[in-house]
């Protein structure tokens, strides 16, 4: 598989390509039997929102539509207690062994209360770029250790 990365930041997949082009799924995109979620993690902006102690939490990150996603289901005890909070950054899980590295995917951007269940919040996260404002991405084949080339829209 290969990923698509915008100024460093993963921004989707590449689904199909031809000789002059790549069609390019978004990971907020919500494209019928395309979407894939995807295990990240949730990275604090302040060291002190979370307790050294506290082991990372894996999370999945699912498109949204209209260039976000959402990440569902985070314990209500980690909203309230400071450790999952606007503005922290969602990542790639590390362990992810279609990326080389864990990569930065964006911010949450609003959490909310989940409606169907009220034990937990649900995060809204944008994209750390505007796709729509990029002229070259880099795209990443996981298929091949270490290969990568950049590619121009």
């Known amino acids: 598989q290969t990923h698509v990365l915008g100024r460093q930041y993963l921004i989707g997949w590449v ?3 031809s000789l ?4 390019v799924i978004l990971l907020s995109d ?3 039997g395309k979407s894939r979620p995807r295990k990240v993690l949730i990275s604090p902006t302040s060291p002190s929102s979370r307790p050294a102690e506290a082991d990372e939490d894996v999370f999945v990150l699912e498109p949204y539509g209209g260039g976000r996603m959402i990440i569902r289901d985070i314990p209500r005890r980690m909203v309230e207690a400071g450790q999952v909070q ?4 969602v990542t790639s899980a590390p362990d992810d062994t279609r990326l080389p590295i864990a990569v ?3 911010p949450i951007e609003d959490l ?4 169907d269940k009220p034990i937990c919040f649900d995060a809204i996260v944008r994209h750390m770029v505007d796709p729509a404002s990029l002229s070259e991405v880099i795209i990443v084949d ?3 250790p270490d290969s990568s080339s ?3 829209r």
Request: charged share 25%; glycine share 8%.
């Open 15 to 17: 689904d199909q390509v």
């Open 20 to 23: 002059l082009t790549s069609r």
């Open 30 to 32: 919500k494209v019928a």
């Open 86 to 89: 606007v503005g922290d950054l």
């Open 104 to 106: 930065v995917i964006g």
């Open 112 to 115: 909310r209360p989940n409606r």
């Open 142 to 144: 996981s298929s091949q």
């Open 150 to 152: 950049t590619d121009t």
